[in-house]
């Protein structure tokens, strides 16, 4: 049996950017110079907080173990009109699919969907102006500088929402990850006991120059009262709200294929009905394990019979897929 993971996609951090520095009061002190003019530099500027898309993450579960993130203050201006040293910048990596919302006011900042992507959530304080900035025809010795603003602060609600074209949904031990391996070559997790998937894994299906290239997602099996919560079903369910096209696979060694149908449609419904109205293909899973009939079609769509272990019945389903799907190119994994 695999470890069992801690699944996290929800979590709210605290995120401060740095302080500007203050500006300098200081006055040229030379040699022969008896009354050298104002030269007290600029403060830095503090410095900011920022996202950082990580194609390796899949989880927020090392935010729940630091809820604050600081970044550095501006330094003090400098005597020769030098300005003060910039605040370090802080670097949160998340995964793709990340999206961010302030939790104070619910605006939304922003999401994440490319590795190495970067999303400004807390701006640094501008440093405050020296001295030398001061000094007018008529105030030649101004004694005065400004402080350093404060830096943005903040409480952003964090929440994954992974990216993907068609979104695979069905009962656990449905066969998804080896469906999902056997169309894409992915390395997702395959076994022969429920929950195998502890998070969502992604593949890319290839059809050419053409025909182009889609993401597809596997997400952990649904099981009824996912939409309340069962399962971590809610957790889960999120994966697939911007899928562009649902794919519902059924297992006939779990019992009736149409009821099993029903079932995920109504959970999708209950979790988000905009969810049960995209659109969507049936597939039944495991032809080589159990003998007909199935039904033909269900919730008005033809349904492809396939054998993810076999290989049988892919090149129609592929065929299905792309039909629903305009070519793009996926998401940079």
């Given at each position: 049996?695999?470890?069992?993971?801690?699944?996290?996609?929800?979590?709210?951090?605290?995120?401060?950017?740095?302080?500007?520095?203050?500006?300098?009061?200081?006055?040229?002190?030379?040699?022969?110079?008896?009354?050298?003019?104002?030269?007290?530099?600029?403060?830095?500027?503090?410095?900011?907080?920022?996202?950082?898309?990580?194609?390796?993450?899949?989880?927020?579960?090392?935010?729940?173990?630091?809820?604050?993130?600081?970044?550095?203050?501006?330094?003090?201006?400098?005597?020769?009109?030098?300005?003060?040293?910039?605040?370090?910048?802080?670097?949160?990596?998340?995964?793709?699919?990340?999206?961010?919302?302030?939790?104070?006011?619910?605006?939304?900042?922003?999401?994440?969907?490319?590795?190495?992507?970067?999303?400004?959530?807390?701006?640094?304080?501008?440093?405050?102006?020296?001295?030398?900035?001061?000094?007018?025809?008529?105030?030649?010795?101004?004694?005065?500088?400004?402080?350093?603003?404060?830096?943005?602060?903040?409480?952003?609600?964090?929440?994954?929402?992974?990216?993907?074209?068609?979104?695979?949904?069905?009962?656990?031990?449905?066969?998804?990850?080896?469906l999902l391996v056997a169309l894409t070559r992915s390395r997702a997790a395959v076994g022969a006991y429920p929950f195998t998937t502890k998070r969502p894994n992604l593949g890319t299906?290839?059809?050419?120059?053409?025909?182009?290239?889609?993401?597809?997602?596997?997400?952990?099996?649904?099981?009824?009262?996912?939409?309340?919560?069962?399962?971590?079903?809610?957790?889960?369910?999120?994966?697939i709200e911007r899928s562009r096209v649902l794919l519902f696979l059924l297992d006939p060694t779990q019992g009736n294929v149409s009821e099993q149908y029903a079932l995920l449609v109504?959970?999708?419904?209950?979790?988000?009905?905009?969810?049960?109205?995209?659109?969507?293909?049936?597939?039944?899973?495991?032809?080589?394990?159990?003998?007909?009939?199935?039904?033909?079609?269900?919730?008005?769509?033809?349904?492809?019979?396939?054998?993810?272990?076999?290989?049988?019945?892919?090149?129609?389903?592929?065929?299905?897929?792309?039909?629903?799907?305009?070519?793009?190119?996926?998401?940079?994994?």
């Amino acid at each position: 049996m695999p470890v069992k993971e801690r699944y996290v996609d929800l979590v709210s951090i605290r995120v401060k950017a740095g302080r500007g520095g203050d500006g300098l009061v200081h006055f040229r002190r030379e040699r022969y110079v008896p009354r050298g003019g104002p030269d007290g530099g600029d403060g830095g500027d503090g410095g900011s907080v920022f996202l950082l898309g990580d194609g390796r993450k899949w989880n927020l579960l090392d935010l729940t173990r630091q809820r604050v993130f600081a970044a550095g203050d501006g330094g003090r201006g400098k005597p020769k009109g030098m300005k003060g040293a910039r605040g370090k910048d802080i670097f949160i990596r998340v995964p793709l699919g990340t999206v961010a919302t302030d939790e104070v006011t619910g605006e939304y900042m922003g999401e994440i969907t490319e590795h190495g992507q970067r999303l400004l959530v807390a701006k640094g304080g501008k440093g405050g102006r020296g001295n030398a900035r001061f000094a007018t025809s008529t105030d030649r010795a101004p004694r005065i500088a400004e402080e350093g603003a404060k830096g943005e602060e903040r409480v952003i609600r964090l929440e994954i929402k992974s990216l993907g074209d068609v979104g695979i949904i069905g009962l656990p031990n449905a066969g998804k990850s080896s469906l999902l391996v056997a169309l894409t070559r992915s390395r997702a997790a395959v076994g022969a006991y429920p929950f195998t998937t502890k998070r969502p894994n992604l593949g890319t299906l290839d059809l050419g120059e053409i025909r182009g290239r889609f993401v597809l997602v596997d997400i952990p099996g649904i099981i009824e009262g996912a939409s309340r919560g069962r399962g971590m079903g809610t957790a889960f369910l999120r994966h697939i709200e911007r899928s562009r096209v649902l794919l519902f696979l059924l297992d006939p060694t779990q019992g009736n294929v149409s009821e099993q149908y029903a079932l995920l449609v109504s959970e999708l419904k209950a979790h988000d009905p905009a969810l049960a109205e995209k659109e969507s293909i049936v597939a039944i899973n495991k032809a080589d394990l159990v003998q007909g009939p199935f039904p033909e079609e269900l919730g008005g769509q033809r349904v492809f019979v396939v054998s993810a272990l076999a290989g049988t019945g892919l090149d129609e389903l592929i065929e299905g897929i792309s039909r629903l799907l305009e070519p793009r190119s996926p998401p940079d994994l």
